[in-house]
């Protein structure tokens, strides 16, 4: 089976009718797009995509780097996890990250296991934001920090949308991992902290790997 299927009109993800797409502190570098309809309708197909969203991708990817190892220290310096938990607990593989080097992949296979990557990851940051709530004051700065990152990780999946769009497709509908139930303020702490160390490990490795390709100039993916 195709890792795409062919559609006229594409939705750019994460907006709603109350939580819409919003540039953050990227916008002087024009990362990320903005769309201002409800999730349950189309965008304009292309119109609203940058001319190069595969170089909107690197460069997303080079910011959303950094951004991801501060966020996931950030995380475990407000939850008080103990050293021990960090090593024990927090440093295990969750199902939502893929292994290895997906830029190796074909181009547009390398898309959809970004696309798919993010997808869950968003869905994640939504669990772990409203996790936070309950344990922080509406303007803790940890709060503002996860906001930020939901919003570069919305930015990312619309320009991965994007990259797609302009190829004529849109990426295969994403089955999100089955994730454990938790109720209990510390199993949450451990869950977020697992999350947020795989995204920051992930991360790294994606920037790396595009650094790299981009160097050697050769290989299947023009990132």
Known sequence: MSMISKRKQIELPGCGQEDLCLLFEAVAQNLFILCMEPVNSSCASCQRCPKDPLSKIRDQTRLMERKARDLSNSYVTHQGLHRTH?????????????????????????????????????????????????????????????????????????????????????????????RPTVTKAFQQKIEGCKVLWNYARFMERLAKSLRENRKQDFGPVRL
């Open 86 to 178: 960090i090593d024990t607990l927090c440093h295990e593989p969750v199902p939502g990250f893929p292994k290895g080097k997906i830029v190796t992949q074909p181009e547009m296979d390398m898309l959809q296991q970004l696309y798919r990557t993010m997808v869950y990851m968003n869905q994640s940051l939504q669990v772990i934001r409203e996790h936070q709530q309950d344990l922080n004051e509406p303007d803790a700065v940890l709060l503002q920090e996860l906001r930020h990152a939901h919003l570069a990780v919305r930015g990312l999946l619309s320009n991965i949308v994007c990259a797609f769009c302009v190829q004529g497709a849109s990426p295969n509908p994403v089955t999100i991992p089955e």
